[in-house]
């Protein structure tokens, strides 16, 4: 595992594509995977703040995230029992709207099953946004439907929509989220804790 994180860290795949972004930014790889964690996070791809600080969800998503999941922040970054890989592992830059741009397909192409193969002790699988849902479940629903949908998802996995703030107007429409599922997984995740 230690072989192919620092491999991963030193990926440059993509920074002809960041270089032509409005940020012109270079590459940074933020990963966080332990063979023992019990719990996987697949996300989308790290924001400019991820980006500058190295370390995922330190922004007012990752406070809601930990919200919806009922653990500490110690928790959240024990690596042990949390791997945090999302599925594009730096900052893709901004559109022409200001909004992120999505994930390189060929990041999770390169990198994801072999990192899949190295977490062998997951429990639970967490797909935040489309992209991860898409990714691990081969769906081609949005993510309304397959959030909606989570009971039928795979034992051990559980579909959410995206932390951001942009996302509390959805949070609003849909009350069966917070009142249905969030206790649900609040439980979910305690148990691969502790189990």
């Known amino acids: 595992m230690d072989a192919l994180l620092s491999e991963i860290r030193g990926c440059t795949l993509c920074a002809q594509r960041f270089a032509a972004t409005e940020t012109g930014h270079a590459p940074r790889p933020v990963v966080r995977a332990d063979a023992t964690a019990r719990i ?10 991820v980006h500058k600080s190295g370390k995922p969800f330190t922004d007012p998503s990752g406070d809601r995230l930990r919200d919806w999941l009922g653990v500490t922040e110690e928790e959240f970054y024990d690596t042990s029992r949390v ?26 192409q390169t990198w994801r ?3 899949l193969e190295e977490l062998p002790e997951v429990r ?16 081609r629903a949005g993510v309304t439907e397959t959030v909606q949908r989570w ?45």
């Open 40 to 49: 996987l996070i697949a996300g989308q791809a790290p924001g400019a703040r």
């Open 83 to 108: 791997a945090i890989l999302p599925m594009a592992f730096c900052f893709p830059g901004y559109d022409a709207k200001g909004g992120d741009r999505p994930p390189p397909a060929i990041c999770a």
């Open 113 to 115: 099953a072999r990192l």
């Open 124 to 139: 639970l699988t967490l797909m935040v946004g489309g992209y991860a849902q898409k990714w691990h479940l081969g769906t």
């Open 151 to 195: 009971r039928e998802a795979p034992a051990g996995m559980i579909p959410l929509p995206h932390p951001s703030w942009r996302n509390t107007a959805w949070l609003n429409r849909n009350p069966w989220f917070g009142e249905e599922l969030l206790p649900v997984l609040r439980t979910r995740v305690r148990e691969a804790l502790e189990t």
